[in-house]
């Protein structure tokens, strides 16, 4: 690392509390590295309120880029100067880069969700979705499917402190993006979640249920998992969740976990901060390696 560190170094960052669990420092570099780009990736641990400081050190110091993580993502979008549709919408943003001294910040948990889908040969398009959350990650999905036009995103979410959230999202959707017919339903409601799920061609699970400690666990009865339906999850850890497992049992068309999605919203993050494809598979192989 020290032989990359020059008086040109270009530093891009995390922002949150807490950071020093992440990999991102970790594969940003070794793709920096790995592409020849002089450029270096560090974490620092701040809070809500120390974020106004922080972007304008930012613009100070000519940080090329970096992310945004718990807590600081909403009030990120709030101090951007710029934000895409996704994260108009939302509210949010988990990734920011310095345009000629403007900050333009984007959510790409959505995109690199949809992205994966369709490396596993999945497109969005016209789509009828039940996606299960309201949480961040299920925001997002729910979100970038529709501005990707997908037909129908029928949420469902148990009646917990989540759920306005996801009656805030269908209503700016229904605004936004019209052409896609969006509702939310309480996931308690048997009847009407076999009801869509039967109807749909695509069903995610963007809940905490199939992560520790509620690994095990699957919001959707094996009965409603056909042979036709493509099913997802954005639980990584376990790599296959109960639902993933039950799909996979059924012989769905697709059973495809979280992981993808993890690599390719990072991937889709070194695109917006290099302009450049990241070296996906000689990441994926330090990785093992290591
Ligand atoms: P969040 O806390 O914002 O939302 C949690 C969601 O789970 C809410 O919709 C909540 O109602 C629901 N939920 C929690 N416990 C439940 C239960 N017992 N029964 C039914 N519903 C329940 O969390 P988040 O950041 O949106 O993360 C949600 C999941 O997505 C997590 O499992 C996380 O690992 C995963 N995730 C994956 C990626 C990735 O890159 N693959 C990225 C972000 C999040």
Redesign the pocket.
Known sequence: MEKRIDGRTGLLALFGTPVGHSGSPAMYNFCFQHDDLNLAYVAFDVNIPDMEQTLSTCKLWNLRGGNFT?PVKNIASELMDDLSDASKIIGACNVFVNRDGRLYGDVT?GK??IKNLSVNGVEVAGKKLVV?????????IEVQAALDGAAEVAIF??K????AR?EGTVEKLQKETPDCKVSVTP?EDAEALAAAVNACDILI???????KP?DG?S?IPVELLRKDLVVAD????PEKTQLILDAEEAGCAAAIG??????W?GALNYELFTGKAMPVEEYQAFKAGK
Do not use: H, I, K, P
């Open positions: 718990m948990d690199g969700f299960l959350g309201a949480g961040g990650a299920a925001t997002a979410n148990r917990d402190e989540f759920y996801a996931v699970n963007a809940t905490s249920v199939g992560m509620l666990q919001l954005t639980v990584y850890n979280g992981a993808g999605m993890l690599l919203q």
